[in-house]
């Protein structure tokens, strides 16, 4: 399922509270990343400039992209590529699986894509009677399991190696062992024999180069390097918000996307592909394909505070930074895309079935900060808010705005006077007494009851004393 | 294509329905100026330090900067460090692979030479090279900021040298290592990127996707050697 239903939601992420296990998987892995990113961060002083650069361009090429598109088409198939473009997940699956059936190929190998997640290409090529074979570690590590990744960069990140050397010890019937080198070299020698096997490859694309027509591809294991170099047919799939003009774009994103990634300087291996193979060439397919997608990516360009989102390089760390997603992590979201990012396009890529994910957050603005594009996550959060409250409630967002203001305003004026406040603060904290249990309000009478419908709050304790404010201090 | 038109089409609709992006300035500011290199003298050694020194952060090995003559002799000895017996060799760019090739030959190794193919003896060849512990190549460029080398795959010099066996050694003139990867692709350009697949390799292959923990050699080359070469005339 690409997006389910709110209700699933709810349970899924209850659960996952519980979990205290898949907490500690997750904030180990998250924290190993961060401390690796303030580590390049701090060796790299133009950080911040190529972040501009970067924002600077994507926007820019989102501004233009009919014309990129066309430029782009143009070039891949001067270099003797096929372009389909696909207006949605099922005219994508359709096309990939008449070609891989038209090629009668045997075996399919896939380099890591999230694209192809979204467009649920695997279950259609199983349908077809295709076992395609995920080639990213983490990819194929949960492609055994039966699950989907729970996280864009690192898929497997829920999982413990002890977990994966059970799986491996269950499927292979290996000895058991927990070590990552080991299971690492088992993997490898599986997979190794499948590539050189394969007929049929598949990678997503991380960008394309509208001035050339070169794909390129950026990864760490050569999973993609070898999906798109040996099989004798190769299929790239991307979004149509992949594009980039020139080439001498390229460095800001690359300079900055393994950063934040991975917390490396460059990612071990970036491919730039520019056709099939030439004659005489070993490497290369002898034919290849691009699928172009859209499934509702033109929908958000519609929209000019939405328009943003698509600037996104899907680096994964507003992921490792939200303090919801550190607490749930991917599975929870129910959607292929989790976390900040994910809220925000998985309503728009998977309709109204994701339209809760947005509530998904609080707001804190740690996702803007480490975003390496500069997207503006909170308000394009707070917008989807309001374009999904909007069919339910006759409220609308002035109306909100203007309560939630005066509330303000009036909150200000009790918090001028100290005393005021402390014994309203006092009155209240009496009064809210009787609902809690743990120390956390959990139900509240109306008309505060939609506060704790989805949200615990702490106690106020009425002999906590806020210090007092110095007075008639300058602002 | 008709869908084609129809999709660009509808992207066209949504760009004007979506007006221009707030907050943004749409006249094409320039890019920030970059600064490309000068290579010369103490500076070369300086950068050619500066790639080694981050290929070795990312887990590379840095075999040394060895003038023409010296480089045979140390590859022979590297092979054997490795315990190699299959070596796979492709055309230099512009070192003479031919007589490192002579020279692990007479050292008894087994060479696996690229050479063009055509389609029917692509699978044979794969495996040939995939058989080789060792596969070297070299590179158009390097950059020292990073610790990446660029290779550019061609008929007799193919990317699989650098991916299938299990070492993979690389050669760099010093002269082609350049300050920052925005150097490289000013150097190297639009026309010449289109002309073949090219590849930027930082360091052996890797993967964190076991509790982010770093393993080597997943599915590329489990090391990667670095020669740098004194041009012939210095
Ligand atoms: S929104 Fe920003 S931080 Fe999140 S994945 Fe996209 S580029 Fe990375």
Partial sequence: MAASAKGDFFDSSRAAVQDHELQRKLESASTRHLDHFAIVKEEFPSYEDEKTAAHRIKTDAIAHLDELLIQLTDKLQDSGCKVFFAEDAAEARKYIVDLVKSKGAQHVVKGKSMTTEEIELNPALAAAGIDPVETDLGEYIVQLRGEGPSHIITPAIHLSKEDIGQLFTDKFGTEYTAEPEKLTAEARERLRAIFLAADFGITGVNFAIAETGTLVVVENEGNGRLSSSMPETFVAVMGIEKVIPRLEDLSHFLEILARTATGQKLTTYTSFITGPRREGELDGPAEMHVVILDNGRSAMLADPVLREALNCIRCGACLNVCPIYRRIGGHAYKSVYPGPIGSIVSPNLFGSAAGYLPFASTLCGACKDICPVKIDIPRILLHLRWKETEGEHPLKWPAALERARSGARRFAGIARHPRTARLLGKIAAQMLKPFAHNGYLRWMPPPFGNWTKYRNFPRPHPQKRRPAPAENQAP | ?234
């Fill in chain 2, 1 to 234: 294509m008709a869908e084609a038109h129809k999709i660009l089409a509808t992207i066209k609709t949504a760009l004007e329905a979506g007006g221009q992006p707030d907050g943004h300035n749409h006249a094409a500011a320039p890019a920030p100026a970059r600064k490309v290199a000068v290579t010369a003298g103490a500076e070369r050694a300086e950068l050619a330090t500066s790639l080694a020194r981050e290929l070795e952060a990312v887990g590379g090995k840095f075999v040394g900067i060895l003038s023409p003559d010296e480089v045979s002799n140390r590859i022979v000895l590297l092979a054997r460090e490795i315990g190699a017996t299959t070596v796979a060799i492709g055309e230099g760019v512009s070192i003479d692979m031919e007589e490192i090739g002579a020279a692990l030959e007479r050292a008894d190794f087994k060479i696996v030479k690229t050479v063009p193919v055509a389609d029917v003896e692509r699978a044979a060849m794969r495996d040939r090279v995939a058989n080789a512990e060792l596969g070297i190549a070299e590179a158009e460029y390097g950059i020292a900021s990073t610790g990446t080398l660029a290779v550019i795959s061609t008929g007799t010099r193919p990317s699989s040298l650098t991916l299938l066996p299990t070492a993979s050694l690389i050669i760099v003139q010093i002269d082609r290592v350049m300050a920052d990867l925005a150097a490289v692709l000013a150097s190297l350009g639009p026309t010449r990127l289109a002309e073949h697949r090219m590849t930027l390799i930082t360091g052996p292959s890797r993967t964190a996707d076991i509790e982010k923990r770093i393993v080597l050699g997943v599915h590329g080359p489990k090391a990667l050697h670095l020669i740098v070469v004194w041009p012939r005339d210095e």
